[in-house]
């Protein structure tokens, strides 16, 4: 029997932010705020597609990707790549700035944290539109529903309040795992 797949990321309980967020949070508080109306989708038509698209490029080629340990000598530090370098979240972070400055409701932003295809953790910007769950990714330059992807979704903003997260219920069979390494 082949997975049922569903077009939204479908949360099945809260969770815990991930730390490097709280630390954000707690020095860029304004950035970290609800919404008074929550936007629950925006519409995946050519404009809003074409501003998804302009905006993954534009991040992709113009910030290098650095660890946190080589960029800040930190294990995890989620920062905006203002100096031009960063890691997933930093990409992430940006992207959704710039997007919420273009007028888009930061409900339908939602910083979002998967397994990549190697099994480590990653985060990419999942945007909630009437046609499904897209994903920006830096890894990426094309506009993915989160189901072609190859990842494991674990956890997201919630779309009512940025500071709380809820986990993720992938409703694909997970992937089969070799020995370790």
Sequence with gaps: MSPVLVPHLQAVGGTSAPIGYVRFCADNKGDCVAEGDLIPQVPLDAPH??????????????VAPVTDMDHYGEVERWAYPDDGKGDCEDYVLAKRR????????????????VRDKEGDGHAVLTV??????????????????????GYRYVKRQSQGDPTLWVSLGDTRSPPVVGGGR
């Design 98 to 113: 710039a997007l919420i400055n273009l007028g888009w409701p930061a409900s339908v932003l939602l910083i979002t944290v």
């Design 128 to 149: 909630v539109t009437d046609r499904g769950d897209v994903i920006l990714d830096n890894q990426e330059n094309e506009i993915l529903p989160w189901q072609d992807t």
């Design 49 to 62: 597609l074409s501003t998804l698209d302009q905006v993954n490029r534009s991040f992709n080629t113009s």
